[in-house]
């Protein structure tokens, strides 16, 4: 437990908020069952960020799905970061994705999603979906199936 602490600088520690976007707060820590495929799964419902034209701020459910390998994310420090993106301004495609990307930097998952289920504006709700499967595996046919119709689950 001693080596988990040291490794991990969020969890068990005064909470420092960071109000722009800032993916060095992401910290990981080792998958003791990296032989299993087995899913985890992060729901933000009260994820904030800011439209890049007007500066309005836009609400969403952030939903994280990933099959881990060796690494997984450490919540709290998943909650720091989505958190960074509240004056952020960016358009919703543009965080579901920087959101996998700092993930997949972060971990190297076999196989990651990100939705983001953007209230709406004008009367227009955004949903966007990406995900990553790891090349040459299982994982990036997965990635396939699931990006062809992840409008079906």
Same mark, same amino acid.
């Given at each position: 437990?001693?080596?988990?602490?040291?490794?991990? +600088?969020? =969890?068990?520690? /005064?909470?420092?908020?960071? $109000?722009?976007?800032?993916? !060095? &707060?992401?910290?990981?820590?080792?998958?003791?069952?990296? @032989?299993?495929?087995?899913? &985890?799964? #992060?729901?933000?419902?009260? #994820?904030?960020? =800011?439209?890049?034209?007007?500066?309005?701020?836009?609400?969403?459910?952030?939903?994280?799905?990933?099959? /881990?390998?060796?690494?997984?994310? !450490?919540?709290?420090? *998943?909650? =720091?970061? *989505? $958190?960074?993106?509240?004056?952020?301004?960016?358009?919703?495609? @543009?965080?579901?994705?920087?959101?996998?990307? @700092?993930?997949?930097?972060?971990?190297?998952?076999?196989?990651?999603? &990100?939705?983001?289920? $953007?209230? /709406?504006? %004008?009367?227009?709700?955004?949903?966007?979906?990406?995900?990553? %499967?790891?090349?040459?595996? +299982?994982?990036?046919? *997965?990635? !396939?199936?699931?990006? #062809?119709?992840?409008?079906?689950?």
């Amino acid at each position: 437990m001693t080596t988990r602490k040291k490794e991990l +600088k969020q =969890l068990g520690n /005064p909470t420092e908020y960071h $109000f722009d976007y800032t993916p !060095e &707060v992401l910290e990981a820590f080792e998958n003791k069952h990296p @032989d299993n495929d087995y899913w &985890v799964r #992060f729901n933000c419902p009260e #994820f904030t960020s =800011l439209c890049p034209i007007t500066g309005q701020p836009d609400f969403a459910e952030i939903r994280i799905s990933y099959i /881990p390998d060796k690494l997984m994310v !450490e919540s709290k420090s *998943l909650k =720091l970061y *989505l $958190f960074s993106f509240r004056n952020h301004g960016d358009f919703h495609e @543009d965080c579901v994705n920087i959101i996998m990307k @700092d993930l997949i930097r972060l971990m190297n998952p076999k196989y990651i999603e &990100v939705t983001g289920i $953007f209230t /709406p504006r %004008g009367g227009i709700s955004i949903w966007p979906y990406a995900n990553y %499967g790891r090349k040459n595996t +299982k994982y990036e046919q *997965l990635a !396939e199936r699931r990006l #062809f119709h992840h409008n079906e689950e």
